[in-house]
């Protein structure tokens, strides 16, 4: 094979692996690269998502809305987060499937969340 | 010929080039490498440790809490993290497994924390405890923070976030004790005396008060003025040996002031507390958006509150990616090589964590 040929395949493959550790550099700092992964596309999708985040605690039939920051860190607490039926709200997070106390949180919240760095159960 | 050989000379050159980039690519997908430490002389038979075996980092790493997601034990162990947080199971079999899954080739054993959040219970899914709203007498409050500590010992935990001693809580409607600040005060008391009772560190928070109270819901701190009813339960609690106290972020003045900071980035307000009080003062969780938009960057929240002399620091928001807590141990690292911070300072708080881990340390 020509030289020419080979250096042009090197070449190739070199700005490959720079674009690869810039995108890297620039998008993930993360131990675990797969994380950082699924955090860019919930940003992504957190960006596209142009409701309000919304966030409430049920306590026994009495509801209160949950500043961001706080839900987040108390929806990663909980045991699971699971999808709902509802107009308004897309999950149910709980630490018991039969709890009177409830979280109940919307699409954007849960990304923003995720987006943010907090792990939520959705499994 | 030259043409040829100039060809070689780019392909050597290329292949080269190639094999940096691959090296450099290979060493960002497996992300960063930390070995399990050696340095550190701590004697099991004796729980004995010497301080002076441990390198700032691991230092440091000891005065953090941070979230227990079972995919970052090894990252977690190897940084010598001080303690996990743990948040709702579906079994007690399942707690069981996750504190031995960390505790187990742990170079020095994890705090285990939790939070029972005055009505939001981890162990729910298993075991029910009254909400503290539900609390009417002082005998019910000990009985409550008794069981709980209980369940807490039965685990192997070393740590219970609560009670909130707070006087009201209108965002949540049941994670604090109702009735007048000295009957809040008088339940939270049994409650904390119930807890430790079994051995368990209870936690009185969020120092100074009024921080279950809404100013902007979403991205600002909480400004409040805070009278001597709010500090009632704080005093008393106090007076009968409560082992720790959580900080919040809202921003106090009144009877007690934090100069316009953050409470847990209060030098002053955190001298204050600490000179009517030697057990352990906590933070409250450092990754909340409010915190991070008072200052410019997450950096400077993590060294302030370390120059406010806490010493735990809850950085629960880390699960998905463990990086960010090395970066804030380097942080502090360099804020003590800059001399901002002193390594006697970081040394006390490491020396109390540790001897709250049954550790006896030398020097």
Not at chain 2, 13 to 20: P, Q
Not at chain 2, 335 to 346: Q, T
Request: hydrophobic share 40%.
């Amino acid at each position: 094979m020509s030289p020419k040929y080979i250096n042009l395949a090197l070449m190739m493959v070199s700005f490959f692996l720079i674009i690869n550790i810039l995108i890297t550099l620039l998008f993930n700092s993360s131990i675990i690269p797969s994380q950082s992964i699924k955090r860019i596309v919930n940003g992504f999708t957190y960006s596209l998502d142009t409701s309000p985040p919304k966030c409430i605690f049920n306590s026994s039939g009495i509801v209160g809305d949950i500043p961001i920051d706080r839900c987040c860190l108390q929806i990663q607490s909980q045991l699971s987060c699971d999808p709902i039926n509802s107009t308004e709200f897309n999950f149910k997070c709980y630490t018991s499937k039969t709890s009177e106390r409830f979280y109940l949180i919307n699409k954007k919240t849960l990304n923003y969340c995720e987006n943010v760095g907090f792990y939520v159960n959705t499994e | 010929m030259s043409i040829l050989n100039k060809n070689y000379l780019t392909t050597i050159y290329l292949t080269i080039l190639l094999v940096i980039l691959i090296y450099v690519n290979l060493g960002l997908s497996t992300g960063i490498q930390i070995e399990s430490p050696t340095n550190i002389k701590f004697d099991r038979s004796t729980n004995t440790l010497n301080l002076s075996s441990m390198t700032l980092r691991q230092k440091i790493a000891q005065m953090f809490v941070t979230s227990g997601k079972m995919a970052n034990r090894e990252i977690l162990q190897n940084m010598v993290v001080g303690g996990i947080h743990l948040g709702g199971m579906s079994s007690k079999q399942d707690f069981i497994n996750t504190i031995n899954y960390f505790q187990n080739n742990s170079v020095i054993p994890f705090l285990l924390t939790v939070d029972m959040e005055g009505c939001i219970n981890p162990f729910e899914n298993f075991q029910n405890f009254s909400s503290l709203k539900e609390i009417v007498t002082t005998q019910q409050a000990f009985q409550v923070g008794s069981d709980e500590g209980k369940m807490m010992k039965d685990l192997n935990m070393t740590i219970d976030f609560s009670p909130v001693v707070d006087l009201n809580d209108t965002i949540w409607n049941c994670r604090n004790f109702l009735g007048t600040p000295q009957e809040i005060a008088d339940k939270a008391v049994a409650y904390i005396n119930g807890i430790q009772s079994q051995g368990i560190i209870a936690t009185a928070k969020h120092y100074p008060g009024k921080t279950l109270t809404l100013a902007d819901p979403h991205t600002s701190l909480v400004y409040a003025t805070i009278d001597e009813n709010d500090l009632l339960p704080f005093r008393d609690a106090i007076r009968n040996n409560v082992s720790a106290i959580m900080v919040d972020h809202v921003i106090a003045n009144g009877s007690v002031d934090s100069q316009g900071k953050p409470s847990d980035a209060s030098q002053q307000l955190v001298a204050n507390l600490r000179a009517n009080f030697s057990g352990l003062v906590v933070t409250d969780e450092t990754s909340m958006l409010g915190l991070r938009n008072f200052y410019s960057n997450i950096d400077q929240v993590t060294v302030e509150v370390f120059k406010a002399n806490n010493d735990l620091i809850l950085y629960i928001n880390i699960n998905s990616d463990p990086n960010n807590l090395y970066h804030a141990i380097s942080v502090v690292e360099d804020a003590v090589n800059r001399g901002e911070i002193s390594e006697k300072r970081i040394d006390d708080s490491v020396t109390k964590i540790l001897s709250i881990k049954g550790i006896s340390v030398v020097t």
